[in-house]
């Protein structure tokens, strides 16, 4: 009798706990019975669908499918059209395009129309002119919760972790007895945002609740509109026979206007009448570049010479503003607010100048040389360090122009080699300097908080290659490719290095060190077969790259020989990916998760790698933490393969990746446990059905019980091959005989269908590693989209 009390007690215990924690019961059950069973499980009699009575009206609680819904197959239309002419004067080339693109989310997609215009004239013998222009108009209509939080406000994370017992609609039985979607007093269909309100007494929702990106997709609206013009101005003057001059000037302009709307209807900005928002931005760039060549041939001797000098500029305007209480969301303007909240601009501006030389020479056509000097001063630098020289002197060897060469199957053989300089100036705008924001104080008043710490002794960051190489051209052309060794050391690394928030800034940029990257590149082409009607090669290649961090300054380095920024072990020696994570050491003999601890480090101790994994913990933040090497791919590259025969082609190509870590982050989060009430409601991944049982002891998942907090900590259990391959891109055709369209004027007809991305590969289901060579936390970006088309092409 007691055995009996006790299971009906735990029965009611995990109904109410279910439901108090999930908060949603879209099961009927028969009168009498539990929805969970005493032996956990859900009741075989439970029906999917439940109907409850409130406010005079029958609501339906249902289930949907989130990621269906948010997802579709899109279509893509793309036209061109194009006109060239030339003369002995001069040449001209027009073109226009348009391309409508639908976004596979829904109310989503991006319109272009395009225009060039391209000529060049021969005013005098001595004188050439050109230009070449361009303007582009497009609108893009995006997803208004596309951003890298792990909230409501993002589609894609929501559609993939929110559990597939939640509605997305509100529904209501009509007079059928048939459950429909219920529409407000516009018509328009009711989401449900998982709270309880006058109009809808639905539950609270665990997952979320407030939020319904899908809700937020239809009647909010995130609209782009850009405009830009740019041109290219070229200007020749032949001063002699051997000397040249020219002045090349590029301009462009953009702007981008952006406005985001939050209805007055749902969500979160009910409360304020809705919200617009408003943003301008204004970019120009400018690049004018002077040289003056001298070239001449004597005898065997090749030489060209040039000098120049360069100036690039750009300057970039923000105005934004919002506005609170919208009259109606169909004027979503500033002055269709009543409130109007806040507004800011600023204007940022960026410049580089330079001169540099550059000289070339050749002898006989099989021995080549070449050398060059830039000197740059960049606006990111103070004025002391501002200026960087770099410097490149190279040289080629044609072997088979040799008379004691004789390999006739050999067409080309070169051996080259060549070492240079470049300069990196890639950081944020007036990082050598203390930055502060203001605000109003009081009154007309304003006053300045620090916002960020600036470093004056930064300078460029300048890169060594040296490269070593062989190209080659074998049997008629029959196999021809490049086989490279290069060796970067890159000096003076910019890197930003984070403080503690205390100190009022995140961080600050500075030179802290050497690093050495190294590798191999090979590239290959074979033409298997080569007739008049059949034309078939395939394509390979290959890289390996390798890195290492050479010197770190002192500070980092003297107490602890390498220091920890964003989950990453720098040190001496080490690699600049080299990821610092505690140790998965696999369940106990309850099933918990287990975390290797180094005993002579101590428990608990984060700020420096542990040596020894002579014990575990089940409490993740007593275990140690110890370096994982380089997350980089041991090997990347791609292949495929062309064909032609008889009027048809095909070719195919793929990427590849082999080797390498990544840390899943989103696979961790579907294999986390419920260790309270706040993290019901999610998603959970189909391989938490491996998890460790009594039944199933062996298993190496640790168990899911709820309460248990370390389950799936942040720890290796997560880092996964980065290997993957790719089916990147297909093309078919078909080019009509030209005596087919003689008597139409066309001079060639082309029927074709491609396609890009069409399978891709990879160790875990969803995990694509290609955009990160750490985690891929980010949750905003699309891998590429899977597209396939079709076309014409026509020439006449």
Request: with cysteine; glycine share 10%; hydrophobic share 35%.
């Amino acid at each position: 009798m007691a055995q009996g009390q006790d299971a009906a007690t735990a029965n009611v215990n995990a109904n109410t706990l279910m439901l108090n924690h999930l908060g949603y019961n879209i099961y009927t059950v028969p009168n009498g019975q539990q929805l969970i069973g005493t032996d956990g499980r859900l009741n075989p009699n439970a029906t999917l669908g439940r109907a409850y009575e409130a406010n005079g009206e029958t609501y339906y609680m249902i289930n949907d499918n989130w990621r269906d819904a948010a997802y579709r197959t899109a279509l893509r239309q793309e036209y061109t059209v194009s006109i060239n002419g030339a003369n002995d004067k001069g040449s001209f080339y027009a073109s226009a395009g348009y391309l409508n693109e639908d976004g596979i989310i829904e109310f989503s997609g991006f319109k272009r129309f395009s225009a060039r215009f391209k000529a060049d004239y021969q005013a005098k013998k001595w004188l050439k002119i050109g230009a070449n222009v361009g303007y582009v108009n497009s609108t893009t209509e995006s997803n208004p919760n596309l951003n890298t939080s792990f909230n409501s406000t993002n589609l894609m994370y929501y559609t993939s972790r929110i559990a597939p017992i939640y509605p997305i609609y509100v529904r209501v039985l009509d007079q059928k007895g048939n459950p429909v979607i219920r529409t407000d007093e516009h018509g328009n269909p009711q989401y449900d945002y998982g709270v309880a309100t006058t109009n809808y007494p639905g539950a609270q929702r665990a997952f979320s609740p407030t939020g319904n990106p899908l809700g937020a997709n239809r009647y909010n609206e995130t609209v782009s509109k850009g405009n830009k013009l740019n041109g290219t101005f070229t200007l020749d003057v032949n001063l002699t026979d051997f000397l040249k001059a020219n002045a090349t000037s590029t301009i462009d302009w953009g702007n981008t206007g952006e406005s985001w709307l939050q209805t007055s209807l749902y969500g979160p900005k009910v409360s304020v009448n809705g919200q617009i928002d408003k943003a301008q931005t204004n970019t120009i760039r400018q690049n004018h570049v002077q040289t003056l060549t001298y070239f001449d041939e004597f005898g065997k001797h090749h030489v060209n010479v040039m000098i120049g000098h360069e100036y690039y500029d750009t300057k970039t305007t923000y105005l934004y503003a919002y506005a609170q209480g919208l009259f109606s969301p169909e004027i979503p303007e500033i002055n269709g607010a009543a409130k109007p909240v806040s507004s800011n601009s600023y204007t940022t501006e960026y410049n580089v100048e330079g001169y540099f030389a550059n000289a070339q020479y050749s002898y006989d056509d099989k021995y080549f040389a070449s050398a060059s000097y830039r000197r740059d001063a960049s606006s990111r630098f103070a004025k002391q360090n501002r200026w960087g020289n770099f410097w490149s002197v190279g040289g080629a060897w044609l072997i088979n122009k040799e008379d004691f060469f004789r390999a006739d199957w050999v067409n080309q053989l070169k051996v080259k080699l060549s070492v240079g300089q470049q300069g990196n100036d890639n950081i944020q705008d007036f990082a050598y300097t203390d930055m502060y924001t203001l605000a109003p104080s009081s009154g007309s008043s304003m006053s300045a908080s620090f916002w960020r710490i600036g470093n004056p002794d930064i300078t460029w960051e300048t890169t060594t290659n040296t490269n070593v190489g062989v190209e080659f051209d074998l049997f008629n052309s029959r196999l021809t490719g490049t086989l490279d060794y290069y060796y970067k050391k890159t000096t003076d690394l910019l890197f930003w290095l984070s403080v503690p928030e205390s100190a009022g800034s995140r961080g600050y940029y500075g030179n802290i060190g050497d690093i050495r990257n190294s590798g191999v590149e090979l590239s290959l082409q074979g033409n298997l077969i080569r007739t008049k009607n059949v034309d078939w090669s395939i394509q390979v290649n290959l890289a390996h790259n390798k890195d290492k961090i050479l010197k770190l300054p002192k500070s980092k380095t003297t107490e602890l020989g390498g220091f920890i920024d964003g989950g990453i072990w720098y040190k001496e020696g080490g690699s600049i990916y080299n990821a610092f994570r505690a140790e998965y050491a696999g369940v106990n003999e309850k099933g918990e998760a287990l975390y290797y601890v180094d005993s002579k480090l101590g428990e608990g101790v984060t700020n420096r790698p542990g040596k020894n994994r002579d014990a575990t913990t089940t409490n993740f933040n007593k275990a140690t933490k110890y370096e994982q090497g380089s997350l980089l791919p041991d090997l990347y590259g791609g292949f495929g393969t062309s064909l032609s025969l008889y009027g048809f082609d095909v070719s195919l190509t793929f990427d590849y990746q082999l080797g390498g870590k990544i840390y899943d982050n989103q696979y961790a989060g579907l294999m986390s446990n419920i260790s309270d009430a706040g993290g019901a409601g999610s998603a959970i991944h189909v391989d938490a059905l491996k998890a460790w049982t009594e039944a199933k002891p062996n298993n190496a998942i640790p168990r899911m019980q709820f309460g248990d907090q370390y389950t799936a900590a942040a720890s290796t259990r997560w880092l996964t091959s980065a290997s993957y391959l790719n089916f990147q891109s297909f093309t078919v055709g078909y080019t009509l005989p030209k005596n087919w369209l003689s008597a139409l004027g066309i001079s060639r007809l082309r029927v074709y269908a491609s396609g890009e991305n069409l399978c891709f590969w990879s160790a875990r289901r969803g995990l694509d590693p290609r955009y990160s060579y750490s985690e891929n936390a980010s949750v905003d970006v699309y891998s590429p989209v899977r597209t396939v088309m079709g076309g014409l092409q026509l020439s006449f």
